[in-house]
């Protein structure tokens, strides 16, 4: 038969002698671990302390280290307000570096956009904001970050759909991502989601790969236009302003021969003015010192020379008057 025990019998160790005051310090101490865990916390230099009381909003506290009301009555959501996020539509980055990787997968549903002249385009692009209200952040909206893309998608696909595909891959770029910019933050202002945009970049824009063949034969036709264009006006810039000067000159020239020419002609009647204004004082006078200031001229010129007496019939012959030698 088996042996039975009675735990009367049972022998338990005898424990030390607890003084009332060491209970006091033990649950102290505990206490005081409880409430340091459960009522101290810190805030990082870039958050906030959103805090709850029994679920409702009472107060934020900045950096530092704080103290709530501990064993769960208030509660604190730390949020970073001085962090840049950023949101990527129509591609998604798997790993940034140097050599920065995207992962492989088809963003079309949120990328290819409908234009105002019925084109279609390929937009990528990044939306920058962080969080300038903690408290209407976490509890104005119920999913934050699907209604950022909402609204930055329903906003981009606005602003593309008031331009034409030209616009929109060429010249338009940063307007359109001003504009994006301006009106996503309006109505995330009108939401009350806490959120400032910081900035919208355009990545990439390109046609869909269907018709890219075609647009970049369009574009070369458009370039080769601009280019016999500019080389147009290259050569008109060279010619016509020389043309001018040529002008310019030959005008110059014409008008100093016309000058010279006016100069010397009112020179020349002043002079013979001169002339028949003495010649009328004393018309014989004149008369002879022409007639000898144009032989002392003419004179010179001629080798032989004769004398005709007007009383004589027949001329003399004369001596060779410039001979050197002696007269015979």
Same mark, same amino acid.
């Given at each position: 038969?088996?042996?039975?025990?009675?735990?009367?019998?049972?022998?338990?160790?005898?424990?030390?002698?607890?003084?009332?005051?060491?209970?006091?310090?033990?649950?102290?101490?505990?206490?005081?671990?409880?409430?340091?865990?459960?009522?101290? !916390?810190?805030?990082?230099?870039?958050?906030?302390?959103?805090?709850?009381?029994?679920?409702?909003?009472?107060?934020?506290?900045?950096?530092?280290?704080?103290?709530?009301?501990?064993?769960?009555?208030?509660?604190?959501?730390?949020?970073?307000?001085?962090?840049?996020?950023?949101?990527?539509?129509?591609?998604?980055?798997?790993?940034?570096?140097?050599?920065?990787?995207?992962?492989?997968?088809?963003?079309?549903?949120?990328?290819?956009?409908?234009?105002?002249?019925? @084109?279609?385009?390929?937009?990528?692009?990044?939306?920058?904001? +962080?969080?300038?209200?903690?408290?209407?952040?976490? !509890?104005?909206?119920?999913?934050?970050?699907?209604?950022?893309?909402?609204?930055?998608?329903?906003?981009?696909? &606005?602003?593309?759909?008031?331009?034409?595909?030209?616009?929109?891959?060429?010249?338009?770029?940063?307007?359109?991502?001003?504009?994006?910019?301006?009106?996503?933050?309006?109505? &995330?202002?009108?939401?009350?989601?806490?959120?400032?945009?910081?900035?919208?970049? &355009?990545?990439?824009?390109?046609?869909?790969?269907?018709?890219?063949?075609?647009?970049?034969?369009?574009?070369?036709?458009?370039?080769?236009?601009?280019?016999?264009? @500019?080389?147009?006006?290259?050569?008109? @810039?060279?010619?016509?302003?020389?043309?001018?000067?040529?002008? +310019?000159?030959?005008?110059?020239?014409?008008?100093?021969?016309?000058?010279?020419?006016? @100069?010397?002609?009112?020179?020349?009647?002043?002079?013979?003015?001169?002339?028949?204004?003495? !010649?009328?004082?004393?018309?014989?006078?004149?008369?002879?010192?022409? !007639?000898?200031?144009?032989?002392?001229?003419?004179?010179?010129?001629?080798?032989?020379?004769?004398?005709?007496?007007?009383?004589? +019939?027949? &001329?003399?012959?004369?001596?060779?008057?410039?001979?050197?030698?002696?007269?015979?």
């Amino acid at each position: 038969m088996g042996q039975t025990y009675d735990w009367r019998d049972v022998q338990l160790p005898k424990l030390p002698n607890i003084k009332r005051w060491h209970v006091y310090v033990v649950v102290a101490v505990v206490l005081g671990g409880i409430f340091l865990w459960t009522g101290a !916390y810190t805030v990082a230099t870039d958050e906030v302390g959103v805090i709850k009381r029994f679920g409702k909003y009472v107060r934020t506290a900045e950096s530092g280290l704080h103290f709530k009301i501990p064993f769960g009555v208030e509660t604190v959501q730390k949020v970073r307000v001085r962090h840049v996020f950023k949101e990527e539509f129509g591609f998604a980055t798997a790993r940034a570096g140097v050599r920065t990787t995207y992962r492989r997968a088809d963003y079309s549903g949120e990328s290819l956009m409908l234009t105002g002249d019925l @084109n279609s385009a390929v937009i990528e692009w990044v939306v920058q904001y +962080k969080v300038k209200d903690a408290r209407e952040f976490l !509890y104005n909206i119920r999913n934050v970050r699907e209604t950022l893309r909402d609204a930055a998608e329903a906003t981009m696909r &606005l602003i593309v759909g008031d331009r034409s595909v030209t616009e929109v891959l060429t010249v338009g770029r940063i307007d359109i991502a001003h504009q994006a910019e301006k009106r996503m933050q309006d109505l &995330l202002d009108d939401y009350e989601a806490g959120i400032e945009i910081v900035a919208v970049k &355009l990545k990439d824009v390109n046609p869909p790969d269907p018709v890219k063949p075609a647009f970049n034969e369009v574009n070369q036709a458009k370039q080769e236009r601009e280019k016999m264009i @500019n080389e147009a006006w290259a050569e008109y @810039n060279s010619a016509v302003p020389a043309a001018r000067g040529e002008a +310019k000159k030959t005008i110059s020239e014409a008008e100093g021969y016309a000058a010279r020419r006016v @100069n010397r002609a009112n020179g020349d009647a002043a002079a013979f003015a001169a002339v028949l204004e003495e !010649y009328e004082k004393a018309p014989e006078v004149t008369r002879r010192r022409l !007639y000898l200031e144009m032989m002392n001229e003419v004179l010179p010129g001629i080798r032989e020379k004769y004398v005709i007496d007007p009383s004589l +019939k027949g &001329l003399i012959p004369l001596l060779n008057l410039n001979r050197k030698a002696g007269i015979e």
